[in-house]
C-alpha cells in the first residue's frame, strides 16, 4: 500500500523567504509527526499531531516554524523568514495512535531544504 | 550533549565478517527502537525492544536491550553488502509519547562484498 509522501522531494529557496513542506500520511492513521535531520546527525523532533490539533509542539526551534493539519490528514509545516540554517531534510512520520503505547512510526523521504 | 551515543560513528568491513553496533545513554527508556536509512530515503524501522534484558533476532541481526534499559547494541552476523546504510537508535523517555523519540546520530555501515 502507499506509504507516507512528502512533497516536494527537494526545495531550494532564498534566505528570507517562506516555504510549505506537504505530508501524506498513510490512510488511517491518527497520529502525525515532524522531524528535522541535519547533515551527520540523526532525526530530531518537532511536532506531534493527535487527529487535527498538536499534542506537542515542543521541538519547533522558534517562531518562525508553525504545522497545520486542518482536516486530521494532510499536514503542512510552513517555515516563514527562512535562514541558512534551517537547511535539512524534514521528515513525517505516521503512525497508526499516538500516546504512550504508540504504533510504530512509518517515515517519508523526506524533504531536502536547502537556503541560500 | 546527545541523550543517544551511538558508536562507531563509522565503520568498514567486508562481506561475511560480524560486527556490532552500539546505543548508550545515562538515561532510563521505556523503549527503544533501531531503524536502518539509505541515502535519500526515510528511516524504516527495524525492531522495538521494551523490556530490559530483552534480546530480539530478525534473521541475522540480534538486538539487545540492556538489563537498566539504559542502553542497546546491535549484532549482525556474517555481514552483506545489502545491510549497507545509516543505522540509527531511538528511545522513548518515560511519560513521554512513543513517537516523539529521541535519535542517536547513528552508525554508518559499509560492507564491502
Known amino acids: 500500500g502507499a506509504g507516507v509522501s512528502q512533497t516536494p522531494s527537494n526545495k531550494v529557496t532564498e534566505k528570507g523567504k517562506y516555504v510549505e513542506l506537504r505530508c501524506d500520511p498513510i490512510s488511517g492513521h491518527t497520529a502525525l509527526y515532524w522531524y528535522r535531520q541535519s547533515l551527520g546527525q540523526g532525526p530530531e523532533f518537532l511536532i506531534y499531531f493527535q487527529g487535527t490539533g498538536a499534542a506537542d509542539d515542543s521541538g519547533l526551534p522558534n517562531d518562525r516554524f508553525f504545522a497545520v493539519r486542518p482536516e486530521g490528514s494532510v499536514s503542512t509545516l510552513k517555515i516563514q523568514r527562512t535562514e541558512r540554517g534551517d537547511s535539512a531534510v524534514y521528515l513525517c512520520?505516521?503512525?497508526?495512535?499516538?500516546?504512550?503505547?504508540?504504533?510504530?512510526?512509518?517515515f517519508g523521504n523526506g524533504t531536502r531544504l536547502t537556503v541560500t | 550533549t546527545q541523550l543517544l551515543e551511538q558508536s562507531p560513528q563509522f565503520l568498514s568491513i567486508q562481506e561475511g565478517e560480524n560486527l556490532t553496533v552500539y546505543c548508550n545513554s545515562s538515561?532510563?527508556?521505556?523503549?527503544l527502537q533501531w531503524y536502518r536509512q539509505e541515502p535519500g530515503e526515510g528511516p524504516v524501522l527495524l525492531v522495538t525492544?521494551?523490556?530490559?534484558?530483552e534480546v530480539k533476532k530478525l534473521k541475522r541481526l540480534t538486538f539487545q536491550f540492556g538489563d537498566a534499559r539504559k542502553d542497546s547494541s546491535l549484532h549482525i552476523t556474517a555481514a552483506q553488502p545489502g545491510d549497507t546504510g545509516l543505522y540509527l537508535c531511538?528511545?522513548?523517555?518515560?511519560?513521554?509519547?512513543?513517537?516523539?523519540?529521541?535519535f542517536g546520530d547513528g552508525t554508518t555501515l559499509t560492507v564491502k562484498p
Open positions: 525492544v521494551v523490556t530490559g534484558g
Open positions: 531511538a528511545g522513548a523517555l518515560y511519560n513521554t509519547n512513543a513517537g516523539k523519540s529521541t
Open positions: 538515561s532510563v527508556f521505556s523503549s
Open positions: 512520520a505516521s503512525s497508526l495512535s499516538g500516546g504512550m503505547g504508540g504504533s510504530p512510526l512509518h
